[in-house]
């Protein structure tokens, strides 16, 4: 409930809005485990872009290159589609979800069989940037 003091929020078209824009890039299906992948995440979530990407060039894991080609196609979205400028962008999102497991199944001695499982992810990357 509402007392008096309270007022309701400022509609949309009546606050100012700075010019600020996001861009959005996604990669599904990479062959990794979202574990593996989250822990190169967590290191260049706080790093200035092109830091970031440095990082990523330099890395020796394998989820560096995916990793790297979501960022760089979010940053050629950034400055091709949205008209935005590459020293403006900083690094808004990056989601590493879980994508479908494939089961896949080995032979094992006296006729049993067990179960390979082959995770997958989805790499979700956003980007902010002023016009």
Known sequence: MKTKNQSS?????NSKTTAAAEVVAVAKYIRQSPRKIRVLANLI????????VAI???????????????IQSA?????????????????????INKGPVFKRWRARAKGRADQIRRPTAHIRVVLGGKK
């Open 9 to 13: 929020p400022p509609s949309p078209t």
């Open 45 to 52: 979530k706080n790093y200035p872009l092109d830091q970031a």
């Open 56 to 70: 990523l060039e330099v890395s020796v894991r394998k989820a560096a290159p995916p990793l790297l080609k979501v």
């Open 75 to 95: 940053i050629a979205n950034a400055v091709n589609n949205a008209g935005l400028k590459k020293e403006s962008l900083f690094l808004k999102e990056l989601q």
